[in-house]
């Protein structure tokens, strides 16, 4: 027979030590939403003491200069290009995945998934840069004149445009997500009764998923209201509420992105700026955790 | 009847449901012991007691005691890792790990502390032959181990086991997943083997046990109804369930 | 009847219509920016930094960002990893499948998922005051990693959940530690599947600008040293992009075709990992 070394006692040693070395990271991983929130909540107290929580969300007053630090243009500019988008990026969104689960090859789906994939996977300073050459010329020359305004260019709808682009590989994959759980048999089910494929499609396929399509759409709504970069440089960045979508706005993370250097040489403005940073977190968390949780229930509910 | 594994009060629950009632039991040394019984009486959990692999199942709670060698394998001061060692697991589908044939059989002793090649390679082809396979893979121990056929994988994981020399084999329902050859291939190792090995096998397969076990546990809802020889079990069973079940009313 | 056929007909249309203009606006995007790329393109580009400041000098390149945007990437995602490893490891390995803890950290590892970059950048940079660091590399490098880490370990964490269980059974069986089994047999099966996660959370950090805006500094200079102020291509473009001067302008074009080139290397790399047969899992 061969003998075994007998190195036990330290290999044992070794796994308990990583046992609790690992806890450990997780934990603290895991805390840095705590840790983000709290240090966020602390940095902008100053601008929640000295002017008060509803006043700084709900005015329209923005000078710096003169120490008033209203917020409210900017969420609302947030809001309109966000909902916009949404409502560009949602139908094509859902028709698009109903068409590559119930009606597309795998061929389709073979050459379809690479493709988003790319979109995923592109930076969004470059859908900016493209925005700059492509939606934002074609705004001031044709659409804006079509409607017979003048615009720049740079505009809430330009915003909107690239956003909704931006989103499309985030809702999709979960529209797709959802539709997968649909069982096939409820399919079958429908079909057998003499329902056609659409019929099934539009009264027991969609109105399975209707949660889930609510989730995947809070979840996209949470993405959008914090992209930053490729929405900064088509917005116009007009501190101002608009009024149409062919004018400038200024959203939420292009008023962080954008005065951070120079904010320390005026009093309370980092805290403003720290604080609208806040905002943009819990609303961005709120959404995420309703859109998560919602959606684990629902998975869970269709498997079983 | 000399035993080195003895089961005292052993209750298992899974959640609420109890899936082990009451067990007492002593497992006859260098035998094959043949646990039996309808499918979801509790064999396979039994079988996890013994090396501890129940507790990574969820929500169970597990009381009582199981000696191995004297000690019990639930007390704090047991390390399982060492216990594991001990208990060779064979499972009912193959499970061979993600590297090479070679790899395979040497990722025991690589573990408990052999590293030379040349030991290695002795350990290797030493317990290739004893599972019966050396003579199928010798000319491709670098290969992955997935390619191998499902019958030679279950060998394969009977090498692997037998590597880091346990005193005893569990095997989970082991020939289940496989075809007949490979099978008869595994019952005639296994009667090989209960020369120098302890084997725990259960099986849902009443003709396998009557081929091979040398001493049958009967269980049925979680509870020890019978067991003894494998003669008197078999050919003169006591327990009316038992009765049903040895000859083919319930399986 | 006649009407149910129409109906599925105008939507059946619809779909494809939208699943077209899907994939026609990513070719158009892909197109545009790499005719564009390729129209301000020079060689000089890529072996040079910037002669005369980045904004107004006309001569020169972006060698570096391209240096800068590689060691705040390749940084980060190490760091991630390492990070990211031992928790993925935690939850699939030490924890039981239905334990508390781990859905506790999945929820919050998810969450901090969809933390925009901009809250990362000025979380950053407050921590950055804080410490009494000044923007740098190694500033740069901590953000990012903190914008990936649950990226890489919500991805891993993913695969690992495929990971048969009898396989994990099998290793302990013969007397392997979790730790031993974690990285010998669970890391190995799903290798393929960590290689994706790790570049795409490279190629996440290579293109992220928001978190490195005010946390990594800009210079026309390669960092020499961890503290020094480091340029990175996603900036380049922000920046470059609305100097008046042409060739300035047509930098940051160069910077856009540059960094979508590499996210495309990334995207096709991961593509062929997933396909490529990982020949010793089982």
């Known amino acids: 027979m061969f003998k075994l070394g007998t190195s036990l006692r330290s290999r044992v040693r070794t796994n308990n030590l990583a046992y609790y070395l690992f806890y450990l990271i997780g934990a603290i991983s895991a805390s840095l939403v705590l840790v983000i929130g709290i240090g966020l909540l602390i940095k902008s107290y100053p601008i929640i003491e000295s002017h008060g929580f509803f006043n700084s969300i709900f005015s329209i007053d923005w000078y710096p200069l003169k120490s008033k630090f209203g917020l409210l243009p900017f969420l609302v500019s947030s809001c309109y290009v966000s909902l916009l988008a949404l409502i560009i990026s949602v139908p094509v969104c859902l028709l698009t995945a109903i068409y590559l689960i119930e009606y597309a090859s795998k061929k389709v789906l073979n050459l379809f998934f690479p493709i988003i994939d790319i979109l995923a996977g592109l930076p969004s300073v470059i859908l900016g840069v493209w925005g700059v050459i492509i939606i934002v010329p074609f705004i001031r020359d044709y659409l804006a004149p079509f409607f017979g305004v003048h615009s720049t260019g740079y505009s809430i709808l330009a915003g909107s445009i690239v956003l909704s682009i931006m989103l499309v590989p985030n809702i999709i994959l979960v529209f797709i997500e959802i539709l997968k759980t649909i069982p096939q048999e409820l399919r079958e089910a429908s079909l057998s009764l003499g329902a056609t494929r659409w019929e099934t499609i539009k009264f027991v396929v969609l109105r399975k998923s209707i949660p889930g399509i609510i989730a995947g759409i809070i979840l996209g709504l949470s993405r959008a209201f914090g992209e930053t970069l490729a929405v900064l440089m088509v917005v116009g960045n007009v501190v101002q509420i608009p009024k149409s979508v062919f004018d400038p706005g200024y959203p939420l993370p292009a008023l962080i992105a954008n005065n951070y250097g120079e904010m320390l040489s005026i009093p309370l403005y980092d805290s403003a700026l720290m604080f609208s940073a806040l905002v943009l977190f819990a609303v961005v968390l709120f959404f995420n955790l309703v859109s998560k949780l919602f959606l684990n229930r629902l998975i869970k509910y269709l498997k079983y | 009847m000399e035993s080195n594994i003895k089961v005292r009060n052993l209750n298992v629950f899974y959640g609420a449901t109890q899936a082990l009632k009451n067990i007492n039991l002593d497992i006859p040394n260098k035998q094959i012991t043949a646990i039996i019984g309808p499918s979801g009486c509790g064999k396979t959990t039994l079988l996890k007691c013994l090396n501890r692999l129940i507790e990574s199942t969820d929500e169970v709670n597990v009381t009582g005691q199981v000696y191995v060698d004297g000690e019990d394998i639930y007390s704090p001061k047991t390390e399982v890792t060492h216990l594991r060692k001990k208990m060779g697991l064979l499972s009912q589908k193959p499970y061979p790990l993600p590297m090479s044939i070679f790899d395979n059989v040497a990722y025991g002793p690589r573990l408990h502390g052999t590293t030379k090649k040349n030991e290695l390679k002795s350990i290797v082809e030493f317990y290739l032959k004893e599972a019966n396979l050396w003579d199928e893979v010798k000319d491709r121990l670098s290969s992955p181990a997935s390619k191998l056929s499902i019958g030679q994988q279950q060998r394969l994981c009977l090498a692997r086991g037998l590597a880091v020399q346990p005193l005893v084999i569990l095997g989970d329902e082991p020939t289940s997943a496989l075809d007949p050859q490979s099978s008869a291939y595994i019952e005639q190792m296994f009667l090989k083997l209960k020369a120098d090995y302890s084997i725990i096998l259960v099986t849902h397969i009443l003709r396998q046990a009557k081929r091979i076990a040398d001493y049958i546990v009967y269980m049925y809802d979680g509870e020890i109804i019978e067991h003894g020889e494998a003669s008197d079990v078999l050919n003169h069973p006591k327990h009316p369930k038992t009765i049903e079940y040895v000859s083919g009313v319930i399986s | ?282």
Not at chain 3, 130 to 140: D, E, H, M, N, V
Not at chain 3, 175 to 191: H, M, S, W, Y
């Open chain 3, 1 to 282: 009847m006649k009407r149910k056929v129409i109906e599925e007909k105008f939507f059946l249309v619809l779909m494809i219509i939208s699943a077209t203009l899907i994939v026609s606006i990513i070719v158009l995007i892909l197109t545009s920016i790499i005719i564009k790329g390729f129209s301000s393109f020079n060689l000089a580009m890529v072996s040079q930094t910037p002669k005369g400041g980045y904004y107004l000098g006309k001569e020169g390149g972006i060698l570096n960002a391209i240096i800068g945007s590689f060691y705040i990437a390749g940084g980060a995602t190490a760091l991630a990893t390492a990070l990211g490893i031992p928790v993925v490891m935690l939850m699939n390995v030490y924890l039981k499948a239905d334990s508390k803890v781990s859905a506790v950290l999945r929820l919050c590892f998810d969450v901090l998922w969809g933390v925009p970059s901009i809250v990362y950048g000025a979380f950053g940079f407050t921590l950055m005051i804080f410490f009494g660091l000044k923007a740098s590399l190694i500033a740069g490098i901590i953000v990012v990693s903190i914008l990936i880490l649950p990226i890489i370990i919500r991805a891993i964490d993913e695969i690992s959940q495929t990971i048969p269980e009898g396989l994990f059974h099998a290793s302990l069986s013969l007397g392997a530690t979790k730790l031993e089994t974690g990285f010998k047999v669970n890391a190995k099966q799903i290798l393929p599947g960590i290689l994706t996660a790790v570049l795409m959370a490279f190629g996440r950090a290579i293109g992220d600008a928001a978190s490195v805006l005010f946390t990594a500094g800009y210079s026309d200079s390669i960092p020499t040293s961890l503290t020094d102020s480091a340029a990175t291509l996603p900036l380049t473009i922000f920046f470059q992009l609305s100097s008046p001067i042409k060739e300035v302008q047509d930098r940051a074009f160069a910077a856009v075709l540059i960094l979508t080139i590499i996210v495309l290397c990334i995207s096709l790399l991961s593509r062929l990992l997933t396909n490529r047969h990982n020949k010793y899992k089982i």
